[in-house]
């Protein structure tokens, strides 16, 4: 078993599954021949393909059906809502996945007693677009809010020089957090897509620590700075968790309770999903998407493909042959976003009062998390879970986490004391944070349309149009595909 650092890139899952804890990261994966078990997960649950291995994987049973109205490829929170929307309509919906399990970046892999996320640790709750979406497929989750755990602010703010505030309004003078809401409150009526965050705000007002905070909550939301992060986007996202409020929830169990959730609409309306399938080919007859060729050579007809892969799978299983030459220029220009999170276990909780911190003025860091705060029940009893949230400025992953770990010394002082567990997790190459960012140039409806140039093939996911913040701009892709569809 033996790791190709070529095509490594940082994700952790080998690290998380391993049952004989025999895989390290330091940003690449690295096996510990003595300890390994050949056992053969890591090669399953790695997204790319980076795990070398001589042992034969064993061919899943062919138990799906030769044809459906609607295939979906991947089973990431976009193909799983457009599934459960699908075969709630009364569509015969087949969902097939590379991995090993369903969710993509929005599960949970249990690793020490702790839910370690695959990404993404929350849905914003009932009042966010996925929330709302939950509601109307009737997939049930339960929420665990900030109000419950008797909150009073959604982020509270720290600087690496020891300077703390409860909230922005705390830390601004009066006349500075009436500029700022001015600013968030005008920018709603206007055409925001070509300013810049920083441009548009220095508008209205110059204060540094503020602009260092607006950066690290539009870093935290999207992995992208405030240099290049639409003033549009940040509006959405402010407007959009201005929403949440209070009901600023966490989902009971992680976020997986939310891919069970939306699994179960599906297959209680007859739909099926199937892991360990990755599809291999979009199959085309006369220009048009027929079905998908499976890696084990079986086809499968329908009516309907879905792709949830990202776009430049999207392009490698229609072949960049069968795409005209605007489109696959358009996703050739897509910036994809590079980004780490680092899960903490500790002894002692790290955040007491509100469940995320700001940490603006860092090196690396932006958004500390502590899901714990809200469900104790996704770490062992008497542990806490922190998940730090960092953009990459660079490809040297070892010293991006080297400078990240300075931060979060300098903002816990007796990290080093309460650790009881660390996995670094790098979203990058082939498995970005997303292929497409929120960047100036593509973001909202800029960004790719879930109607694709060939018939019957479509495209959701974080690649597909939609604002707001991280996955909860992917309802809106898959609510446009539903019109389409309707
Ligand atoms: C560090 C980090 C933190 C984040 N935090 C949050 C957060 O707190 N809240 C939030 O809402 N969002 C968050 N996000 C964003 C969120 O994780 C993503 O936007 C979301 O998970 C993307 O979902 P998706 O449906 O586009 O696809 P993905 O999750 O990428 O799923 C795609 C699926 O398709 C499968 N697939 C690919 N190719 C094939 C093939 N050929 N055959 C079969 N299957 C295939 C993949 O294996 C995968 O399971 C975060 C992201 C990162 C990186």
């Known amino acids: 078993m033996e ?59 062919r138990d799906y059906e030769p044809e459906y109205d609607v295939v979906v490829i991947g089973a990431g929170i976009g193909g799983l809502m457009t599934a459960a929307a699908l075969a709630k309509k009364g569509r015969r919906v087949g969902v097939f996945e590379k991995l090993p399990f369903i969710g993509g970046r929005y599960t949970e892999i249990d690793y020490r007693g702790y839910a370690v996320t695959t990404a993404a640790w929350t849905s914003l709750g009932p009042k966010s677009n996925i929330g709302e979406f939950l509601e109307k497929v009737d997939a049930h989750v339960d929420y665990v809010s900030l109000r ?48 810049s965050t920083r441009e548009y705000i220095e508008e209205y007002l110059s204060n540094d620590d503020l602009m260092a905070t607006v950066n690290a909550v539009a870093a935290t939301a999207s992995g992208v700075d405030i240099d290049h992060f639409p003033a549009s986007e940040f509006i959405v996202i402010t407007r959009d ?10 989902t009971v169990g992680g976020v997986r309770a939310i891919i069970q959730a939306l699994e179960k609409v599906v297959t209680s309306h007859g739909g099926q999903v199937f892991t360990c399938r990755e599809v291999s080919q979009v199959l085309l007859e006369e220009g048009k998407a027929t079905g998908i060729r499976l ?46 999170a680092i899960i903490l276990g500790t002894t002692e909780p790290l955040l007491t009062e509100v469940p ?32 730090v949230f960092l953009p990459l400025s660079s490809d040297d992953r070892t010293h991006e986490l080297e400078l990240a770990m300075g931060d979060l010394r300098a903002l816990f002082p007796n990290l080093d004391d309460v650790q009881d ?66």
């Open 3 to 61: 790791v190709d650092r070529d095509n490594c890139t940082g994700c952790g899952y080998c690290l998380l599954t391993c049952p004989a804890e025999a895989i390290e990261s330091d940003g690449w994966a690295s096996i510990d021949q003595e300890r390994c078990t050949m056992c053969g997960l890591c090669p399953a649950v790695c997204p790319n393909d980076a795990i070398l291995s001589e042992i034969p994987r064993q061919e899943p049973r």
């Open 148 to 195: 419950d755990k008797g909150c009073d602010q959604q982020f509270s703010i720290r600087f690496k020089d020891g300077r703390e505030f409860s909230s922005l309004p705390a830390m601004l003078s009066r006349q500075d957090w009436r500029a700022y809401v001015r600013a968030l409150v005008r920018g709603r009526k206007l055409d925001l897509r070509d300013a």
């Open 241 to 250: 968790t201005a929403r949440a409020g209070l009901d600023f929830s966490c």
């Open 295 to 340: 890696k084990n050579g079986d086809c499968i007809e329908a009516e309907t493909v879905v792709h949830n892969g990202g776009i430049g799978r999207f392009v490698k299983l229609v072949g960049p042959q069968n795409l005209p030459a605007d489109y696959l220029a358009s996703a050739e220009g897509l910036v994809p976003v590079d980004c780490a």
């Open 356 to 387: 995320m911190l700001m940490t603006p003025g860092t090196d690396r860091v932006v958004g500390v998390i502590a899901p714990t705060l809200f469900d104790s029940s996704v770490a062992p009893p008497g542990r806490h879970m922190l998940d």
């Open 421 to 486: 567990m660390m996995v670094p997790m790098f979203f990058t190459g082939a498995w970005t944070g997303a292929e497409t960012g929120q960047t100036l140039g593509q973001v909202g409806d800029l960004r790719l349309d879930p109607k694709s140039p060939i018939p019957n093939l479509y495209l959701v996911g974080m690649d597909a149009v939609g604002s707001g913040a991280a996955g909860d701009l992917i309802p809106v892709g898959v609510r446009r595909l539903l019109d389409y569809l309707s």
